[in-house]
C-alpha cells in the first residue's frame, strides 16, 4: 500500500509539474497584463474575469493539497460586490484591487511557476533516469560517442559498455530516491503553496469575527425559533388539557352529591387527561433536553434514541468520557434530526450510527442505505442543524450520491472530561 501511494504521488507530482507550469505562466502573464492595462480603461473589463479565473485555479489547488497531501487551505477571499452593469464590474475591479489576497495569488503564480514546479519535477525525473539508462546500456551510448559526442548521465561519463551499465545501476538508485520521496515532495509543494494561498493572520481574525456574528445571530434566531415552539407545544397540549381537566373537576364538585355515577365517569376522564398531560410534558422536557442525556451522556442517549425508531438501527459509540453539556446537546439534536430525516425521505430499511472522539473531535457519522439524493437546502431540516453546530465550529458534511447510500458526517472540536460513576 505504501508503495502504491509513492508511485501515486510520483505520477501526481509529474502532473502537478506539467499542469501547475502552464497553468501559472498563463494565468500570472493574462492578470499581469490585464491589471496594467487598468489605467487606459480596458484593464476594469478584463481583470474581474482573469481573477475569477486566477481563483479558481487556486481553489482547485486547495482541493488537491486537501485530497492528496492533506493540507488544508482555508480561503481567504473578501465577498465581491454582486452588483451588475459596469459600475458593477467596476466596484468588483476595485474590491479586488484593495483585497490582499489577490496580491498574494500572483506572488503564488510566481513562485508556483519557479520553486514550485521543481518540488513537483524532482521526483519523477528521478524516475525517468532509470529508464534512459537502460536505453543507454542498449548500445545506444556507442552511436553517439562515435559521433564524436558525450554522453554525461548526472556525473558520469559513459563512454563504454561498462560505464553504460553502471548508468543503470545509478538510475536504479535515482528511481529509489524518487519514489521513497515523493509524497514528501509533494506534500511540500502543498505546504509551500499554503503560505500564500492561506489567510494572513489579520484576515484570519476577520474571517473569525464574521463567522462569530453569523453563529451569534443563527444560535439567537435558534433560540427564539425554540421558545417560541415550547409555548405553541405548552398552549396547544398540556395547557389545554389541565384547563379541561380543572373544568371537569368543577363539574364533578357539583355533581358529587346529586349525580354520584357520572361524577365518577368524570373523575375518570380527568385522570386519563392528567396521564395524557403528563405524558405530553415528558415528551415536550425530552424535546427540551433529555433526561437520559444528562445522567448518563451522549452515547446512551443515542442508543436511546435508535431503539425508539421503526428501523433497526445499529450504534457504535466509543466514548472515553463526557464533552460539555451545550456541546452534547447539539450533537445528541443534530443526530436526532438527521435520523428523523434518514426515517421520513431515505426509504431505507438500515441505519448505522458510529459516534466517537479522536482528534480533539466529535464525530458522528450517520449511514444509510436509501434512495440517497440528501441537500442541505432542500428543506430537511439540516440546514438548520449546520447553523446549530457552527455555534461551536462544527460541521456537518453529506455524501448522498442518487441511488445510495447517504452518510451524513458531523464533527464538533472539544475535549471529553473523564467519565464520572
Not at 275 to 283: F, P, S
Request: a neutral charge; charged letters at 20%.
Amino acid at each position: 500500500m505504501r508503495i502504491s501511494r509513492a508511485f501515486g504521488a510520483v505520477a501526481r507530482s509529474f502532473g502537478l509539474a506539467l499542469w501547475g507550469l502552464v497553468a501559472s505562466i498563463l494565468l500570472f502573464t493574462f492578470a499581469v497584463t490585464s491589471i496594467a492595462l487598468i489605467p487606459a480603461g480596458l484593464g476594469v473589463l478584463t481583470t474581474p474575469y482573469v481573477m475569477k479565473a486566477v481563483r479558481a485555479y487556486a481553489d482547485r489547488r486547495r482541493a488537491l493539497a486537501l485530497e492528496w497531501a492533506d493540507v488544508r487551505i482555508p480561503t481567504p477571499y473578501q465577498p465581491l460586490p454582486a452588483r451588475g452593469g459596469f459600475l458593477g464590474v467596476a466596484e468588483r475591479c476595485q474590491a479586488l484591487l484593495r483585497d490582499q489576497a489577490t496580491w498574494r495569488d500572483l506572488q503564488w503564480l510566481l513562485v508556483d511557476m519557479t520553486a514550485g514546479f521543481t518540488l513537483a519535477v524532482l521526483p519523477p525525473a528521478l524516475v525517468l533516469y532509470l529508464p534512459w539508462g537502460i536505453v543507454l546500456a542498449a548500445g545506444v551510448w556507442e552511436p553517439i560517442v562515435r559521433a564524436d559526442g558525450n554522453v554525461w548521465f548526472t556525473f558520469l561519463h559513459v563512454g563504454s559498455q561498462s560505464t553504460a551499465n553502471m548508468a543503470v545501476a545509478l538510475g536504479a538508485v535515482y528511481a529509489v530516491l524518487g519514489i521513497a520521496a515523493g509524497p514528501a515532495m509533494l506534500r511540500a509543494d502543498f505546504r509551500m503553496a499554503r503560505t500564500f494561498l492561506a489567510p494572513t493572520p489579520q484576515r484570519e481574525m476577520a474571517l473569525r469575527i464574521e463567522h462569530l456574528t453569523e453563529t451569534r445571530h443563527d444560535a439567537v434566531d435558534s433560540s427564539a425559533a425554540e421558545l417560541r415552539r415550547i409555548e405553541r407545544d405548552l398552549h396547544d397540549g398540556a395547557q389545554a388539557r389541565l384547563v379541561a381537566m380543572g373544568m371537569s373537576l368543577g363539574t364533578v364538585e357539583a355533581l358529587i352529591e346529586k349525580d354520584p355515577a357520572r361524577a365518577k365517569r368524570l373523575l375518570a376522564a380527568a385522570r386519563a387527561d392528567s396521564a395524557e398531560a403528563l405524558t405530553e410534558l415528558r415528551d415536550l422536557v425530552r424535546g427540551i433536553h433529555p433526561p437520559v442525556l444528562a445522567e448518563r451522556g451522549l452515547g446512551d442517549a443515542v442508543r436511546a434514541l435508535a431503539l425508539r425508531l421503526p428501523l433497526p438501527v445499529e450504534t457504535s459509540v466509543t466514548l472515553p468520557g463526557r464533552a460539555p453539556e451545550p456541546i452534547e446537546s447539539a450533537a445528541y439534536f443534530a443526530v436526532s434530526e438527521v435520523l428523523t430525516n434518514a426515517v421520513k425521505h431515505s426509504g431505507a430499511d438500515r441505519i448505522w450510527v458510529d459516534l466517537h472522539h479522536a482528534d480533539g473531535m466529535l464525530r458522528a457519522a450517520v449511514t444509510d442505505n436509501g434512495r440517497g439524493g440528501a441537500d442541505v437546502g432542500a428543506g430537511t431540516g439540516l440546514l438548520g442543524v449546520e447553523r446549530r453546530l457552527g455555534a461551536f465550529d462544527g460541521v456537518l458534511a453529506i455524501s448522498s450520491p442518487p441511488g445510495g447510500p447517504t452518510l451524513v458526517t458531523i464533527e464538533i472540536p472539544c475535549a471529553l472530561a473523564a467519565a464520572t460513576r
